[in-house]
């Protein structure tokens, strides 16, 4: 319940932020600038202060773990920290996984038909991008997976039937979060939900979902700084595509083998100490 309330309370205050910079920087009112994003037509500016509300939901897992007596670190990972060289790792396969996936799709349309061009402020954009996208992917994989998905499947005994339970609730709340209005972008934001929280329950962490969530929106919006992004966030019915959906989960898919296979080979620790400790550390233990 916290973890909603600090969600929607930094999504109103980052927003307001960026519908007054916006106003601003385009001489604009805010009430024409709200009008324009109530008809989900957006901006630069609106687009990143979107991102950096997410991003906020990194310190606020950490904030939310402390209240219950546990240190941020066993968000991240059994061992009680971000295993970093993993983490680049799995960003190094999802990487080459959605850069295929993007190849692909582009190769399908034709470079004619991506609307590619020098807009105005194209470098600050694409600064933006690659700088807050890390953190946008994190925030999410904190506050859903490693807040939300270990919170439900704590009320279960059963292991497995807590880390299912755990990965369906967090999984269809990652779908509805993104507001999506047609049936084939909202069974990828699920699928990928599941194959998020199954990658962390294989791993041992979050570095794995990260990496693969922040490689996923990274690659696919490099191009947004030379592109029409007004109707970016238009998830209305008819905006999916089954062939990409397929596509996409087809290639995640192959990567998450890839990265599990890695785990087992590098022997990647995938069980800790109790959910609740005094401090970071400790033996691993199986449970």
Known sequence: MLGAVGFIGSSIVVGFLGLLIEAAVSGRSIREVAQELGMLRITPIIFLTNSVSLALLVPLTFLLSRLVGQKGGWISSVVGRVRWSWLLRCFGVSF??????????????????????????????????????????????????????????????????????????????FMFIHGAGDIWLNITYFSMGMLFSYLAWRTGGLEAAVAMHTANNLVAMLFLPFQDISELFDRTEGTGDPLSSLLQLGLLGIAAAIIVAMARRSSIERWGPPAIVGEAGGTPQRQ
Request: glycine content about 12%; hydrophobic content about 60%.
């Open 96 to 173: 080459v996984a959605v850069a295929i996936l993007i190849g692909v799709l582009i190769s399908l349309e034709g470079w004619e038909n991506q609307g590619l061009a020098m807009r105005p402020g194209w470098w600050w954009l694409l600064v933006g991008i690659i700088v807050v996208t890390p953190f946008q992917a994190a925030g999410e994989e904190y506050l859903v997976r490693g807040v939300l998905n270990r919170a439900v499947a704590s009320f279960i005994p059963a292991r497995v039937a807590g880390a299912v339970l755990g990965a369906v609730v967090s999984s269809v709340v």
